[in-house]
């Protein structure tokens, strides 16, 4: 699972990065450290005729074959086991792969407040290098009536690893920089060619640490979102791992 992310890097930043060329849509996306789904984020994707771009799509996939765009609010993530068999997925796979570039994604794990429900403790997970995520992602386009135009994306979501699992059974599939190009290949049109890049990365490839329950708010946005909890009072064992 993937709710919420951060998007802080600048599109120059990242249009470097991912040695792509910006639109004039991505060049104005302010940063954000509380990306929610149904807002415009910016992706990666790859043309034959242009080359490498970063352009701005909606989150929360919507298939050209739906008759509203509300099914993309249950379609902001999708299960790499199995994207070839879903509907929803399974022409993009082949045509329309992207990359979502992060700062670091959130995750909930359910924590004992005293209640029978208990409560839900935000953790910030970023790169241990300090690199960009790059999370892969597949794009549609869907129009309404009148043709008007909508891009929309998913992240795609992948087992947990160690880095994770004790948070989450999921995480976002995050590929490294030498999947990029492989990935983003528009003329490789087989599924099976790419899906074996969809799986856990090693353990170690990523940090986190508790945050404040205020990013359960999508309104709430600011670099103090992904500040260390103060008085985390978060047990863990020797390696890491919460007891």
């Known amino acids: 699972m993937c709710g919420r992310y951060g998007s802080i890097k600048s599109t120059a930043v990242l249009a470097e990065r991912f040695v792509a060329v910006p639109n004039e849509e991505a060049e104005e996306r302010p940063p954000s450290w509380n990306v929610a789904p ?67 994604f959130y995750e909930w794990r359910r924590v004992d407040n005293g209640t029978k429900r208990g409560a839900r403790r935000p953790f910030w997970f970023t790169r241990a290098d300090g690199d960009v995520l790059a999370l892969a992602g597949l794009r549609e386009n869907w129009r309404d009536a009148e ?12 087992a947990a690893n160690p880095d994770v699992a004790d948070i989450h059974d999921r995480m976002p599939v995050v590929l490294e920089p030498e999947m990029w190009e492989r990935w983003l290949d528009p003329e490789e049109k087989e599924p099976d060619e790419v899906t074996g890049l969809l799986v856990p990365p090693p353990a170690g490839t990523l940090v986190r640490h508790a945050v404040s329950d ?30």
Do not use: F
């Open 147 to 158: 043709g008007n135009l909508m891009r929309t994306c998913t992240i795609v979501t992948c």
């Open 38 to 104: 149904t807002q415009p984020v910016r992706a990666v994707l790859e043309r034959p005729d242009q080359g490498r771009l970063l352009v701005v799509l909606r989150w929360g996939l919507v298939p050209y074959w739906a008759k509203d765009p509300s099914i993309g609010t249950r379609q902001i993530n999708a299960r790499a086991e199995t994207l070839a068999r879903k509907p929803a997925y399974r022409t993009a796979l082949t045509r329309r792969r992207v990359l979502i570039p992060a700062d670091g």
């Open 214 to 243: 205020r990013v359960n708010k999508p309104e709430v946005d600011g670099p103090e979102l992904v500040a260390p909890l103060e008085n985390d009072d978060t047990e863990e064992d020797a390696s890491g791992r919460l007891l």
